[in-house]
């Protein structure tokens, strides 16, 4: 964390998260329960085995809420390998054309009932 190329990644993760308005910044309150949470740290190599890119994502360690206490759903967006396959059959049988994207942050937005409290990760301090 103390290079300054995770320091840069780092702060276009948490610009990322500002602009998306995923949470408003607060002193610590007394009495709440607080998610814990960290930066999760990725070198992605390129086919000759150079470094091609430094990426970093913020993380909130939800594993320490009970079920039922501070939620009653759970969601989770994963690609399923059946999916993948029956997508490029399909497009294969129509003769469609296939495009692949990068998305470089997504996030779900929904309403929450709840108040929830994260923690900012150790390490990163921001002026304002």
């Known amino acids: 964390m103390k290079e300054q190329v995770w320091k840069d990644v780092m702060a276009k993760e948490y610009e990322s998260i500002m602009k998306n308005e995923v949470w408003d910044g607060l002193p610590r309150l007394k009495g709440r329960s607080m998610i814990t949470s960290k930066w999760l740290f990725k070198i992605k190599h390129g086919v000759d085995g150079s470094i ?19 939620y009653n759903d759970i969601f989770a967006p994963i690609d399923l390998y059946t999916t993948i396959h029956s997508t490029v059959s ?12 990068g998305v470089k942050t997504t996030f779900l937005h929904g309403i929450l009932q709840e108040e929830v409290y994260v923690e900012k990760p150790q390490g990163f301090e921001v002026e304002d």
């Open 52 to 70: 091609e890119k430094y990426k970093v994502r913020f993380m909130a360690r939800g594993f320490s809420q009970k079920e039922r206490k501070y």
């Open 90 to 101: 399909l497009a294969a049988s129509q003769r469609w054309t296939l495009h692949q994207m």
